[in-house]
T-cell receptor
Framework: KQEVTQIPAALSVPEGENLVLNCSFT??????LQWFRQDPGKGLTSLLL?????REQTSGRLNASLDKSSGRSTLYIAASQPGDSATYLC?????????????FGKGTKLSVKP | NAGVTQTPKFRILKIGQSMTLQCTQD?????MYWYRQDPGMGLKLIYY???????DKGEVPNGYNVSRSTTEDFPLRLELAAPSQTSVYFC???????????????FGNGTRLTVT
């Protein structure tokens, strides 16, 4: 059974710092991996989607990498800002799972201090 | 540019009551999902639909029912509310082209449900 783990559960950094969020998964037979952002009281916003054949995706100050063989993904945030404060979740879609169902980690709660 | 719209935003139910959580999307997406999110936990799939008239169970379907009579709407029904169903419920949708699941999910803002 696929399990997705995110470490750390919470992270506090000063503004301007570069940071890395980690995501690991136990079954490498994935279709893709997605990173989401969740603000308090809001839904999830898709940040980046990495297909299983890809190694990384970039959007602005965000860079996500994928290493299927080791079951790991990282989300790199450059020059962090207070507006980046949110919970970040990663999720995978398994081959053979419910149609397109995402298996989620519990998230990393990020706080960027001014 | 509404995207995925969920109503209501908040609801308090007494044990044994029933209610329907509404979800509608205006993006003509064929795939729709209902997830629940409990504090400190990841999201769990309740039900999903791959198109109008087609629904199937997810990981935690007990106590819930769904229907998909149109492409736009995917309501979630709680028949006999229990305290264990206290949670935040999210509806999501995505298009699917061919055999690819490589389109991101679009989420609604959620319904916060408390059963007492």
């Amino acid at each position: 059974k696929q399990e997705v783990t995110q470490i750390p559960a919470a992270l506090s950094v000063p503004e301007g710092e570069n940071l890395v969020l980690n995501c690991s998964f136990t079954d490498s037979a994935i279709y893709n991996l997605q990173w989401f952002r969740q603000d308090p009281g809001k839904g999830l916003t898709s940040l980046l989607l990495i297909q299983s054949s890809q190694r990384e995706q970039t959007s602005g100050r965000l860079n996500a990498s994928l290493d299927k063989s080791s079951g790991r993904s990282t989300l790199y945030i450059a020059a962090s800002q207070p507006g980046d404060s949110a919970t970040y979740l990663c999720a995978v879609i398994n081959y053979g799972g419910s149609q397109g169902n995402l298996i989620f980690g519990k998230g990393t709660k990020l706080s960027v201090k001014p | 540019n509404a995207g995925v719209t969920q109503t209501p935003k908040f609801r308090i139910l007494k044990i044994g009551q029933s209610m329907t959580l509404q979800c509608t999307q205006d993006m003509n997406h064929n795939y729709m999902y209902w997830y629940r999110q409990d504090p400190g936990m990841g999201l769990k799939l309740i039900y999903y639909s791959v198109g109008a008239g087609i629904t199937d169970k997810g990981e935690v379907p007990n106590g819930y029912n769904v229907s998909r009579s149109t492409t736009e709407d995917f309501p979630l029904r709680l028949e006999l509310a229990a305290p264990s169903q206290t949670s935040v419920y999210f509806c999501a949708s995505t298009p699917r082209a061919g055999s690819s699941y490589n389109s991101p999910l679009h989420f609604g803002n959620g319904t916060r449900l408390t059963v007492t």
